[in-house]
Every structure is written in C-alpha cells, then in structure tokens.
C-alpha cells in the first residue's frame, strides 16, 4: 500500500494551490515549459526545461501517447420557447447524432425542450435525463456534422481557465488524430514536431493508443472515502502494432513510458495480470488509486494536477502519496505553472 489506509481518504490528496500559479494561457513555445523530474526511489527531484526530458529517455524506451483530438464540444444557444441562453457541453457520442451532454442551466432543460445554435443552422432536444444529470440530446442540422460543430463550437477549456484561448490548435497535442475527446491529454500538450523528431533519433520509439477524455477525469472527487467514487467511463483503443511494440519493448527489459495519465489508464485497462497486451477497444472506467499494482508503466510524464481529483491519485499510486505531494509542495514553492497549460512532471 506504500502510504497505508490514509491513502484511502479523499482529503489526504488535498493541498493549497495560490490562484496566480494557475496557468491560464498556453506558452507561445510548447517546449518551453518546466519540469520537474521525480526520482520515485530516492525521492530526488532536479528542475529542468520540458525539452531536457531526452536526458531521461534511453533507446528502446517506449514513450505510449494518446492520440486523441479534442473536438470544440462548448455549444452556445437559446431555448426555442423562451429564447433563454443554455450552454451544452458534448461529452460522449451515443450514435451519429444523439450525444451524451452536460447543459446548463440543466434543472430547465427537461425531455421535449429544444434549443437552437447559430441562427438554427443547428437545433437539439433534449431526449432523457439520465441519472447523473447529463441530457442526452438528438441534434439535428443540414451538411456535414464536423464542419457545423466546428463553426459552431468552442474548445471547452477547463473552468479554472477564465482567458480566451486564441488558436484553438493550442489544445490539440501536435500529433492528434482521433475526434472524441472533451479536454486535452494535456501532458502531451509540451511535445513540438521537432522534439518528437528527436525523440526517435535517439531510439525511443513512439506509440500511440486512443483514449477519449471526458471531463469526469478533472472533477475533484466528492466523497470522503476514495473507495466510493464512482469513476465515469472512456472509450479507449490499443492497435495491433500499439500491443505489439509495447509487449516487444517489455520483453527486451525497455521501459514503458506513459505521456499523460490517459497513456497510463489506456494501457494498464487493456493489459492482462501479467501485462501483456492485445489489440482492443471498449470503454473503461479503470481507476488507480494507491495500492494499485502497476502492470506496464514503468515510467510518467504528466501535468501538475487539481488538488482531491483522480489524476492526483493515480500519480500517488506510481509514486507514493507524500512523495507526490512534498514534489508538489516544491513546485508551488518554485513557482511551477499548474493545470492543462501548466508545467510537467517527469516520474521515474
């Protein structure tokens, strides 16, 4: 269990995060943001540039990325009986135009109410109410459905974030590929094209896997025993050629090195007990808290997290609860940037 029953309470991941260290805009250079490097041995930490992460990786490492895209899922309208304003955020897609949604102002918007997007040019109605209180909403519209949403939508960044994103390409990972996703896999958010470059002149290899994030990942847990959170669900999917130089680099005593804890769910859900993986899809509601027995990642690269969230847990399950926390406490105290365009955390 490493850190013992009190790591099984909700307010042992707890910490006092100054407001102004809350990284609201995206750095103009991806690769310009700190790290702060965790030895989970030693409990070492050593502060460096992102793009000094090709110091900690060796030839033959296996760096797994998501490469899921985020999809502007912010819609904006009106009510059609009332003309009052309502915003819908997409979470997950239910078939081609009925979506799973968070809306506000959610207790109004019951099943038969209809709202209407751009002048009409989009319409939904909301359907069922479903027992977390998410809508699910048939939308209807002429054209192609990406090309409406993506004149219609905005990138629904985190609430902590009050500024307006600029390029909304600035949440998107350069190597995003797959629609789906309802925030970012943010720790992926640093890597440039000429860095990923670099990364396999050295003989790291890069894998990719999919999983969309639903915005459950980033909500603070809400109740006080860890063990009674009930984790929302994510549709994941593993290659065969993901599976097959994942398993190749373990069985050559490589490393396997998750970018983001969405790298980290992905593989560690589609692993057998003895780590071995096969090519798959569905969804996953894989929670790790300590005590989780960790049966692929050997290694992570991740964001500096919200205080009391799942993301805070996991990371205190690959590297001890008051490891992780004292690491926090010197990044606050060296003034780290934290959240979706924050700083990053190298553990090993």
């Known amino acids: 269990m490493g850190d013992g029953a009190v790591g099984l309470k909700t307010a042992d991941y707890a910490f006092d995060l100054p407001k102004e260290l809350i990284a609201q805009d995206p750095l103009w250079d991806r690769a310009a943001s700190r ?9 070492g930490i050593r502060h460096h540039c992102f ?20 999809i502007p899922a912010r819609l904006l309208g009106v009510r059609e009986d009332t003309g009052g304003a309502v915003e819908i955020l997409l979470l997950k897609r239910h078939d081609k135009d009925r979506w799973e949604t ?5 207790r109004k918007l019951r099943p ?14 909301i359907e069922d109410v479903l027992e977390d209180g998410n809508r699910l909403v048939r939308f209807s519209y002429e054209g192609i459905w990406e090309e409406v949403l993506d004149s219609l939508g905005e990138m629904p960044l985190p609430p902590y974030i009050t500024h307006k994103l600029q390029d909304k390409n600035r949440y998107q ?14 720790a992926g958010l640093h890597f440039t094209r000429q860095l990923l470059e670099q990364v396999q002149e050295k003989g790291i ?42 398993n190749h680099a373990r069985k050559n005593g ?9 790298s980290c769910r992905t593989v560690e859900s589609a692993a057998d007990e003895t780590g071995h993986l096969e090519a798959c899809c569905g969804n996953t509601d894989i929670f790790i808290y300590p005590g989780y027995r960790f ?54």
Do not use: W
């Not at 790290?35 to 409990?43: C, E, I, M, N």
């Not at 797959?178 to 970012?184: L, N, R």
């Open 35 to 43: 790290l702060l490097v965790l030895d989970r041995a030693t409990g």
């Open 51 to 70: 793009r000094d992460i090709l110091e900690y990786l060796r030839p033959g490492d296996c760096l797994v990325l998501n490469d899921t895209k985020v």
């Open 102 to 106: 968070l809306a506000k102002p959610g």
């Open 112 to 125: 038969g109410a209809r709202v209407a997007f751009g002048d009409g040019r989009l319409r939904g109605e």
């Open 173 to 186: 990972t350069v190597y995003a590929k797959y629609e789906g996703s309802a925030a970012a896999p943010t």
């Open 205 to 246: 290899i890069p894998v990719y896997v999919t999983l969309h994030v639903g915005l459950g990942t980033f909500r603070p847990v809400k109740v006080d025993n860890v063990l009674e959170h009930h984790m929302h669900t994510e549709f994941y999917q593993v290659s065969e050629e993901a599976a097959r130089q994942i």
């Open 254 to 262: 490589h490393r396997v090195i998750c970018v983001g804890t969405t």
């Open 295 to 348: 049966k692929v990642m050997d290694a992570l690269l991740t964001n500096f997290h919200l205080p009391e969230s799942t993301l805070v847990m996991l990371v205190s399950a690959f590297a001890g609860r008051e490891r992780v926390l004292g690491a926090y406490e010197e990044a606050i105290r060296q003034k780290y940037r934290f959240f979706s365009f924050g700083d990053a955390m190298f553990i090993y």
